[in-house]
Nanobody, 131 residues
Framework: QVQLVESGGGLVQAGGSLRLSCAAS????????MGWFRQAPGKEREFVAA????????YYADSVKGRFTISRDNAKSTVYLQMNSLKPEDTAVYYC????????????????????????WGQGTQVTVSS
């Protein structure tokens, strides 16, 4: 069982920055593919960013590309989401997610944005961007 604990959310003005952290339990963190999703009130959960295991290939939603950066520190079993140039439409609960399933990279490259491929979810952290 993998536990994910997010932190770093808060209230920020438009144009500001936040860095979210997600600490994971488990002895094989480096083998997990990690992702971030978000859910705004009244909307479905949507993909934000993901990082495949090993080669650190990253993926981003078009809406955050160039503003957000996902990274990981395997020594600390932690994945980060650096969010810059924040906009009011970025307001949401942000969820960290992970899969320990060793999908082939060719499969993951087609499915990384699907919530269904992830096995574990954090409790979420609120990010509010004021205009």
């Amino acid at each position: 069982q993998v536990q994910l604990v997010e932190s770093g959310g808060g209230l920020v003005q438009a144009g500001g920055s936040l860095r979210l952290s997600c600490a994971a339990s488990g002895r094989t963190f480096s083998s997990y593919a990690m992702g971030w999703f978000r859910q705004a009130p009244g909307k479905e959960r949507e993909f934000v960013a993901a990082m495949i295991r090993g080669d650190s290939t990253t993926y981003y939603a078009d809406s955050v590309k160039g503003r957000f950066t996902i990274s990981r520190d395997n020594a600390k079993s932690t994945v980060y989401l650096q969010m810059n140039s924040l906009k009011p439409e970025d307001t949401a609960v942000y969820y960290c997610t992970a899969t320990a399933t060793l999908y082939p990279s060719t499969y993951y490259s087609r499915t990384y944005s699907s919530p269904g491929i992830y096995d574990y979810w954090g409790q979420g952290t609120q990010v509010t961007v004021s205009s």
